[in-house]
């Protein structure tokens, strides 16, 4: 459940998905969801096409569909005249993978009015935590389309 500091600054509460043309979610096969009120699952099914020299998925695979559940999450809360930006991102990869399924679940832990930090928690298909992840994204204002 996300913590009241963040439900009283959603700012809206329709669902928000990644947009279609993201050439780089294409190319890893992911999928992207947010759900408002500052959460997003992101999801790649990890195979030999996401391997390094040695075999296991690599890190930059993990750390774009991570990225990606952040930035979707952060989309979440912000004003339709405001985008966001990561600011930096730290990754802890806890265990390699071979294959199969991939899970990023973010969520929003302080929603500021120039800077977001959020959580991210990145499972295997058992369930196994793979890796874990902090960050914070500026908030930007954009003219009004």
């Known amino acids: 459940m996300i913590d009241s ?17 993201f050439p780089l979610g294409e190319f890893l096969g992911m999928t992207v ?16 096409a996401h391997h390094n020299p040695h075999g296991f998925v ?4 993990v750390f774009a569909m991570v990225d990606t559940s952040m930035g979707a999450a952060a ?35 302080k929603p500021g009015r120039r800077v977001i930090h959020l959580d991210s928690r990145v499972t295997d298909a058992t369930g196994r935590l793979v890796a ?10 954009t003219p009004p389309q």
Do not use: M, W, Y
């Not at 969801?33 to 030999?48: D, F, K, Q, V």
């Not at 690599?58 to 695979?61: I, L, M, N, R």
């Not at 339709?80 to 991102?89: M, N, V």
């Open 5 to 21: 500091a963040v439900r009283g600054r959603v700012r809206n509460d329709g669902p928000v998905t990644a947009k279609p043309s």
């Open 33 to 48: 969801a947010a759900a408002g009120e500052g959460r997003a699952t992101a999801h790649i099914e990890a195979g030999a």
């Open 58 to 61: 690599h890190g930059a695979a």
């Open 75 to 109: 989309t979440s809360i912000l004003g339709p005249d405001q985008r966001c930006s990561t600011i930096e991102l730290q990754i802890r990869f806890l265990r390699p993978v071979v294959e199969g399924a991939l899970h990023a679940e973010t969520v929003v832990i």
């Open 132 to 141: 874990t992840a902090t960050s914070s994204f500026a908030v930007i204002d």
